[in-house]
């Protein structure tokens, strides 16, 4: 469903902190979609054809191994957008994006969006930003991978998850977090058992509930409040665009 100007309701944050000038250039080309979860968004060394910007929705960015074993190394959610290579000049990913929460977003061809990142202007100065954002998280995970333990690093993601939806209950596998996480399914089911006896977290039937936040946190590494600093930091204080 293609929208107007004023008709659209966004929650994503990098197209709302769009002047209204710049955001009109881009609302007659933007999709409403609902993303089902497990949906394949684009794979390895496949065009990106469309820039995501989730609203509701949730998206794993992996790297997969040629033995089928993955790793999850971003996350996006409506602090963002899936498709960063378009804006950097190559629109072939060597990477995999997948839902990993199911929910709405808002996408819009590829060619649309480079041609305003390439305008340059408060476009390309907030997508620039937000590319710097996602650097340092993928630097941060990948030190948190090697040095943290598997509870450190599972708390750590399960707040950022929490935190991307706004919400302390939703819907993950124990499968799919240990495919996010690249350990195996046992090692995710021991550490969650270990959150949930000390009463941080509550795992049934594919649901997990947040349900002692401090604790949670406390377990977590340090590298949770690094990246959620740097969040806030670089697009915390992002203006709203103007829908009156």
């Known amino acids: 469903m293609l929208l107007d100007y004023n008709s659209l309701k966004s929650k994503n944050k990098l197209l709302d902190a769009l002047p209204r000038s710049n955001f009109e250039l881009l609302a007659p080309h933007l999709e409403l979609v609902s993303l089902s979860s497990g949906q394949i968004i684009y794979e390895a060394e496949e065009q990106i054809k ?22 999850e190394v971003g996350l996006v959610s409506r602090e963002g957008m899936v498709g960063i290579p378009v804006i950097l000049g190559d629109n072939i990913t060597n990477l995999n994006a997948i839902v990993q929460v199911p929910g709405n977003a808002l996408r819009i061809d590829a060619d649309i969006v480079k041609i305003e990142f390439d305008r340059g202007g408060a476009i390309q100065e907030l997508l620039l930003r937000y590319v710097k954002t996602v650097y340092l998280e993928v630097a941060q995970c990948a030190a948190c991978n090697r040095l943290h333990t598997l509870e450190e690093r599972l708390s750590r993601w399960l707040l950022t998850v ?46 997990i509930k947040i349900l002692n936040r401090e604790a949670l946190e406390a377990s977590s590494c340090e590298c949770y409040q690094v990246i959620k600093n740097e969040y806030a930091r670089l697009l915390g204080n992002l203006p709203q665009h103007n829908c009156d």
């Open 50 to 71: 469309y820039v995501y910007f989730p609203d509701s929705a949730i998206i794993s960015i992996l790297c997969v191994m040629d033995n089928g074993s993955s790793v």
């Open 162 to 207: 929490s935190d991307r939806l706004n919400l302390d209950e939703f819907p993950l596998t124990q499968e799919f977090i240990s495919q996010m996480l690249g350990v195996r399914r046992s090692g995710v089911t021991v550490a969650a058992h270990t959150l949930s006896k000390a009463g941080m977290i509550n795992y049934h039937r594919g649901n």
